[in-house]
């Protein structure tokens, strides 16, 4: 290695630069191949370095916020579930609404993509630059709990509101006791107008009651959550059976009356 190789190889080091330095050669004989100016070449070295680390982020990202599966918006497929417009999910991918500190709520019996809407978008966000934090609605009570137990519950809400986006998902899945359903509001309310949600349910809001165990509950945690939000309510069977043969459904039973 020459003394002038040696020396930029340590100046990569220094500036943690380890892209550029591998395309360093590749992109100099280019320059000198097509006479770029030296800024022209200092912009493709510097564009090189840049992408290789939001990449990194946005992978970074996407691991903190632990997501149970890999899902995009590209894969989802809108031709077996037809109850959502393409362009409104589009629309949502494009992160508006992170902007606007407004929710996203995914309503719809079990198996008809909720979660993997949810995933998707909190991927998009993780990908634009912004920290998410995925959970089901159980997992969430649980983290609360924990915190409460060690007097840091105050403290652990502070941090949570500080997140751009947090993810519920399968709220109704499991009814809650009321210790869980006042931690659910209580991390609700902190983000009230102040950062942005996406939560599922297998549940409509008429019965979210019976989730929480008490109407004026539920009720002032609905208000908070749909005063700046997207509703979508997802229709149809279940996504994950979708290109199965599961044969001929079986008759409904009689009315015993």
């Known amino acids: 290695m020459s003394g002038e190789a040696s020396e930029l190889a340590h100046l990569f080091r220094a500036l943690k630069a380890p892209a550029a330095a591998r395309e360093l050669p590749a992109l100099a004989d280019r320059a000198r191949q097509e006479q770029w100016s030296y800024e022209h070449f200092l912009e493709a070295l510097l564009s090189v370095e840049a992408s290789a680390r939001e990449a990194h982020g946005s992978e970074s990202r996407i691991r903190a916020a632990r997501f149970p599966a890999r899902k995009t918006l590209e894969e989802f497929d809108f031709t077996f579930q037809h109850s959502i417009k393409k362009t409104v999910i589009e629309h949502l991918g494009q992160l508006d609404f992170l902007l606007g500190k407004e929710n996203v ?54 941090r949570l509101s500080k997140v751009p986006l947090l993810v519920i998902d399968e709220v109704g899945y499991i009814p809650f006791d009321p210790e869980a359903a006042n931690l659910t ?61 599961l044969g001929p459904r079986p008759a409904p039973l009689a009315d015993p009356t």
């Open 105 to 158: 709520i995914l309503l719809g019996p079990p198996g008809v993509g909720k979660t993997h809407l949810a995933i998707a978008l909190g991927i998009r966000a993780c990908l634009g630059g912004q920290r998410v934090k995925f959970a089901t609605a159980t997992q969430w009570v649980a983290r609360l709990a924990g915190a409460k137990r060690q007097g840091q519950l105050e403290t652990e809400i502070r």
């Open 185 to 245: 509001f209580e991390l609700i309310s902190a983000r009230y107008e102040r950062a942005s949600l996406i939560v599922t349910s297998n549940k409509p809001f008429s019965k979210w009651g019976q989730i929480f165990g008490d109407d004026a509950v539920a009720t002032a945690m609905i208000d908070r959550l749909i005063h700046h939000a997207e509703i979508l309510s997802l229709k149809g069977d279940s996504y994950r059976l979708r290109g199965k043969n």
